[in-house]
T-cell receptor
Framework: RKEVEQDPGPFNVPEGATVAFNCTYSNSASQSFFWYRQDCRKEPKLLMS???SGNEDGRFTAQLNRASQYISLLIRDSKLSDSATYLCVVNEGNKLVFGAGTILRVKS | NAGVMQNPRHLVRRRGQEARLRCSPMKGHSHVYWYRQLPEEGLKFMVYLQKENIIDESGMPKERFSAEFPKEGPSILRIQQVVRGDSAAYFC?????????????FGSGTRLTVV
C-alpha cells in the first residue's frame, strides 16, 4: 500500500464550481499534514496545513479525519488560476511524504 | 529575503559524467531536504541534512549518489557516472526546524537531462 494515496484525476470543472479532493495515508503515527500545489514544471508550493479541527483559508477548506486516516481539500468558486496539481503531504519520521497528486483543470 | 536558491536551473550531462547540484537554504533555515521528481511522477524523498550531518538518507540510491551540507556554503547533491534514468527534476527544500509543523519551502529545482 502506498504511504499517501490520491485520485490522480484529472478533475475538469467549470469556473465557479466547487471541487473536493481526497487523500488517504497509511501511517497512523503521522502528526503533520499539508496540501501543496504544483504548477506545470514548477516547484511545489505550500497551500495550507491541515489540522484535526479543520481549517479554512479563503476559498480553500482542509479537513483531517485521523480515525479514517483521511484528508480532504475543498475549493469553492473555482478560478482558472486554480488549475494545477494538488499534492497531499504527510510527515513520516524525518521526512515529508508526497502523494502523486490530483490534477485540477478549471475551464471557462 | 531570498528563498531557497538552486543552481543550475538546467543541467545536461552525457552518460558517465558527474552532476553537481547546489542548494542554498533560506536565511535562518538549517534543515535541507532533497527530492527527485521523475517525469509524470510524484516527488520522492532522497535525503535530509543539517549542517555537516546527514540525518536521513533512506531515499538515496545505494550507489553513485551522495549529498553534503558543509559548515560553509551550499548543500551539494552529487551524482557520479550519470545514466539516462537519472534524468529528472531535483528539488531542494529547507525549513527552520525539523520536518514537523511548518512544511517546507522549495527551490525552483534543477532539471537534469542525461544524453
Amino acid at each position: 500500500r502506498k504511504e499517501v494515496e490520491q485520485d490522480p484525476g484529472p478533475f475538469n470543472v467549470p469556473e465557479g464550481a466547487t471541487v473536493a479532493f481526497n487523500c488517504t495515508y497509511s501511517n497512523s503515527a503521522s502528526q503533520s499534514f499539508f496540501w501543496y500545489r504544483q504548477d506545470c514544471r514548477k516547484e511545489p508550493k505550500l497551500l495550507m496545513s491541515v489540522y484535526s479541527s479543520g481549517n479554512e483559508d479563503g476559498r480553500f477548506t482542509a479537513q483531517l479525519n485521523r480515525a479514517s486516516q483521511y484528508i480532504s481539500l475543498l475549493i469553492r468558486d473555482s478560478k482558472l488560476s486554480d488549475s494545477a496539481t494538488y499534492l497531499c503531504v504527510v510527515n513520516e519520521g524525518n521526512k515529508l511524504v508526497f502523494g502523486a497528486g490530483t490534477i485540477l483543470r478549471v475551464k471557462s | 529575503n531570498a528563498g531557497v536558491m538552486q543552481n543550475p536551473r538546467h543541467l545536461v550531462r552525457r552518460r558517465g559524467q558527474e552532476a553537481r547540484l547546489r542548494c542554498s537554504p533560506m536565511k535562518g533555515h538549517s534543515h535541507v531536504y532533497w527530492y527527485r521528481q521523475l517525469p509524470e511522477e510524484g516527488l520522492k524523498f532522497m535525503v535530509y541534512l543539517q549542517k555537516e550531518n546527514i540525518i536521513d538518507e533512506s531515499g538515496m540510491p545505494k550507489e553513485r549518489f551522495s549529498a553534503e551540507f558543509p559548515k560553509e556554503g551550499p548543500s551539494i547533491l552529487r551524482i557520479q557516472q550519470v545514466v539516462r534514468g537519472d534524468s529528472a527534476a531535483y528539488f531542494c527544500a529547507s525549513s527552520p526546524s525539523g520536518p514537523g509543523h511548518y512544511g517546507y519551502t522549495f527551490g525552483s529545482g534543477t532539471r537534469l537531462t542525461v544524453v
